[in-house]
């Protein structure tokens, strides 16, 4: 069922710990809510850059950190707030109608995505103010 307002949400993933090192694993429709459709990752990110800046009209995800950190701020169209990964047992559940904007990559930071569709430039807003909009018109 499509929820009609956007939210984001700490998930964190089991971790088996053994002398050898950890070890995390996700399962889609078990400890995410989607099945997995996709998986993404952003590397040689430089520490100045700028990613996101963009919501999507249905597309669910889970960011994590892998390694190193950054940072994730989010606006639902009504407030916002911010989110630092830096642990890559715990990813931040992003819900559909949420902009986001990434920044502050630490040196080698590695993002992983899970995604619960395939990759589609139509299913992205990419002006705020149409991303405003559409909220609004859920809201009434
Ligand atoms: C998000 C953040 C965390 C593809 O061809 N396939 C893909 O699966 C993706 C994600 C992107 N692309 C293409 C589209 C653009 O030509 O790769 C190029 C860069 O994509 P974008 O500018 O959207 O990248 P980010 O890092 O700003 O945003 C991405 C996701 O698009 C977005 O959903 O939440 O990572």
């Not at 088996?16 to 997995?36: S, Y």
């Not at 459709?37 to 950190?65: I, S």
């Not at 931040?92 to 630490?106: K, P, Q, T, Y």
Request: glycine fraction near 8%.
């Amino acid at each position: 069922m499509t929820q009609a307002r956007g939210f984001v949400r700490e998930i964190e993933l089991p971790q088996i710990h053994d002398p050898r090192g950890d070890l995390t694993f996700v399962e889609g429709g078990n400890h995410l809510p989607f099945d997995i459709r996709r998986v993404y990752y952003l590397y040689n990110v430089p520490v100045d850059a700028k990613r996101g800046g963009h919501a999507h009209k249905e597309l669910e995800q889970v960011v994590f950190a892998l390694s190193g950190s950054f940072r994730i701020k989010i606006d639902d169209g009504t407030s916002r707030s911010e989110y630092w990964l830096r642990d890559p047992r715990k990813g931040l559940h992003i819900s559909r109608l949420v902009w986001r904007e990434m920044d502050s990559f630490s040196q080698g930071a590695v993002c992983m995505v899970l995604a619960s569709l395939p990759y589609d430039e139509a299913d992205y807003f990419r002006c705020y103010e149409e991303f405003r909009a559409a909220v609004s018109r859920e809201m009434r």
